[in-house]
C-alpha cells in the first residue's frame, strides 16, 4: 500500500522564516543598545571621580581638621556636593573649625566650617568632661595681658592661716600691718586650659610695634577682668572656694609643658621667702 508524503504549503514555511528572522534582528537590536549604553555610563561623566575631602573619623563641633582627622576619597562626580572640598591644603579646610559634627566617611563642605573658634561658641571649647568657670583677675594676677585662650597655666592662691606664728619667726607682712598674720601661698591647680580671656574666646591680636618678638599685648588682652578656665567639677569647687576666702592669680606654662611639679605652701616667714 503507498503512502503519500504530506508537504507544508510554501506560503507558510516562508512566513515562519521571516518571523524568526525578524525576531533574531530585534534581537540583536536590543543587545547592541544595551552595550551601547553600559559602555557610554563607565566612560561618561556618570563614572568619571574626583578627589574629595571627606572625614576619616567622627569630627566633633569645635574641633579643628588637621591630617588625622580628614582625608581624600575618590568619589562619582556626580556625587560630589558642590560646597566640598578637591583637595588637602591649609588654605582650603585644614586648621578650620567644625561648626557641626562631621560623621566619618561624610564629605567635608565649606558651609560647614569656620576659621575661628569663636564663631561656633564657647560650649564647643570645653575639652570632654569639663566645665569653663570665670575668675576675677587683674592684670598683674593674669600674667600682665600675656596670657591668651589656648595656653596652660598654674593657678596660684594666697590665703591667710588662721594658726599663730612661733614667736622666733620673723614674718614679712604688707606695709603697716603689725600684727603677727601668717600668710600661705599655695599651688590650686597645675596644666589648666584657658578658654577665654575676657569676653573673647579669640587670641588677642599682639601689637605691631617694632619690637623684635613683637611680644608687646593689645590693650584689649591687658584689661581683661576675668579669665576662663576648663575644670573638672571637683576642680571648679576647689576654685570658686579658694576664690572666695583668698586672691588667685594666674601663672602661664611653657608651651608643651603638661607635667605636675611638686609643689609645698609657701608661709610669709622671712626665712622662707629669701632665696637660698
Do not use: C
Request: net charge neutral; hydrophobic share 45%.
Amino acid at each position: 500500500m503507498a503512502t503519500t508524503a504530506t508537504t507544508l504549503p510554501a506560503s507558510r514555511t516562508s512566513g515562519s522564516r521571516r518571523a524568526l528572522m525578524i525576531a533574531l534582528a530585534f534581537g540583536a537590536i536590543s543587545a547592541f543598545l544595551v552595550f551601547a549604553f553600559l559602555n557610554r555610563s563607565d566612560s561618561g561623566g556618570g563614572g568619571a571621580t574626583l578627589p574629595v575631602l571627606v572625614a576619616a573619623q567622627d569630627v566633633a563641633l569645635g574641633q579643628e581638621l588637621t591630617d588625622q582627622n580628614v582625608t581624600l576619597k575618590a568619589l562619582p562626580a556626580v556625587a560630589k556636593h558642590p560646597n566640598a572640598f578637591t583637595d588637602k591644603t591649609e588654605s582650603s579646610a585644614l586648621h578650620q573649625v567644625a561648626t557641626v559634627p562631621i560623621a566619618a566617611g561624610e564629605q567635608v563642605l565649606s558651609s560647614q566650617l569656620t576659621k575661628s573658634q569663636a564663631e561656633v561658641g564657647l560650649a564647643a571649647l570645653i575639652p570632654e568632661g569639663h566645665r569653663a568657670i570665670a575668675i576675677t583677675v587683674t592684670e598683674v594676677a593674669a600674667g600682665g595681658g600675656f596670657i591668651k585662650p589656648g595656653d596652660s597655666v598654674d593657678v596660684v592662691g594666697e590665703f591667710q592661716a588662721n594658726t599663730t606664728a612661733p614667736a622666733s619667726a620673723v614674718l614679712a607682712l604688707p606695709k603697716g600691718d603689725a600684727s603677727n598674720k601668717v600668710y600661705v601661698a599655695a599651688t590650686v591647680l597645675q596644666n589648666v586650659k584657658v578658654l577665654a580671656m575676657g569676653q573673647s574666646a579669640q587670641v588677642p591680636q599682639q601689637s605691631t610695634s617694632s619690637t623684635p618678638d613683637n611680644l608687646t599685648p593689645s590693650k584689649e588682652a591687658a584689661s581683661v577682668k576675668s579669665v576662663t578656665l576648663a575644670l573638672t567639677p571637683d576642680e571648679v569647687q576647689k576654685v570658686f572656694l579658694a576664690e572666695e576666702i583668698g586672691t588667685l592669680r594666674l601663672a602661664g606654662r611653657r608651651l608643651g609643658d603638661t607635667g605636675s611639679a611638686v609643689v609645698g605652701p609657701q608661709d610669709n616667714s622671712l626665712s622662707g621667702l629669701l632665696a637660698k
